[in-house]
Antibody
Framework: QVQLLESGGGLVKPGGSLRLSCAASGFTFSDFHMTWIRQAPGKGPEWVSFINPSGTSMYYADSVKGRFTISRDNAKNSLYLQMNSLRVEDTALYFC??????????????WGQGTLVTVSS | QSALTQPASVSGSPGQSITISCTGTSSDVGGYNYVSWYQQHPGKAPKLMIYGVVNRPSGVSHRFSGSKSGNTASLTISGLQGEDEADYYCSSYTSTFTLVFGGGTKVTVL
């Protein structure tokens, strides 16, 4: 069955960096767009970034553009999010998600359990 | 990109039907048939309920249906049940190759 397992979250000071990872299994990882979505405590989901199956096209929310970098390693069935210059407002649970099928218009049928990023001094 | 507009709360009695609206612009909801709906219970990850405005993923109850008119999409839950009590979020693909979510609607079963 499909599994998405995030890791790498933690407590970091403003201006610091973290690298999130997502280990995928149960599907052909290299066939699917992958996306990071975050959810601040008590708030709704916020799209962060997505990457195409080959890893050649990436898009970012304005709130993270220039600070976050999404990447993938299809040989390792893994998705990554490098987060630099972290701000207090980046505090959230970060989910790794899989698109239901290519061309679905960003509908996500599988979500990981999330990894918590806390930015605080 | 501004968030899509949803009512903060909607309620209904068991067996009734309720509808949640999701209003955007011609650059998102109105411009594409790429609206999705998610159900989220406390402490859980969101669950995809509707994609492509009207399509249900395998395993989702037929009591859930989606529609769209102009810049407003809607999720209807028929035969409301206690297990439907949750937060619901809409999302839409946008003209700038991004995704925008709604602010969320809390559904209460009376």
């Amino acid at each position: 069955q499909v599994q998405l397992l995030e890791s790498g979250g933690g407590l970091v000071k403003p201006g610091g960096s973290l690298r999130l990872s997502c280990a995928a299994s149960g599907f052909t990882f290299s066939d699917f767009h992958m996306t990071w979505i975050r959810q601040a405590p008590g708030k709704g989901p916020e799209w962060v970034s997505f990457i195409n199956p080959s890893g050649t096209s990436m898009y970012y929310a304005d709130s993270v553009k220039g600070r976050f970098t999404i990447s993938r390693d299809n040989a390792k069935n893994s998705l990554y999010l490098q987060m630099n210059s972290l701000r207090v407002e980046d505090t959230a649970l970060y989910f790794c998600t899989k698109e239901i099928f290519t061309g679905s218009g960003a509908a996500f049928d599988y979500w990981g359990q999330g990894t918590l990023v806390t930015v605080s001094s | 990109q501004s968030a899509l507009t949803q009512p903060a709360s909607v309620s209904g009695s068991p067996g009734q039907s309720i509808t949640i609206s999701c209003t955007g612009t011609s650059s998102d909801v109105g411009g594409y048939n790429y609206v999705s709906w998610y159900q989220q219970h406390p402490g859980k990850a969101p669950k995809l309920m509707i994609y492509g405005v009207v399509n249900r993923p395998s395993g989702v109850s037929h009591r859930f249906s989606g529609s769209k008119s102009g810049n407003t999409a809607s999720l209807t839950i028929s035969g409301l049940q206690g297990e439907d009590e949750a937060d619901y979020y809409c999302s839409s693909y946008t003209s700038t190759f991004t995704l925008v979510f709604g602010g969320g609607t809390k559904v209460t079963v009376l």
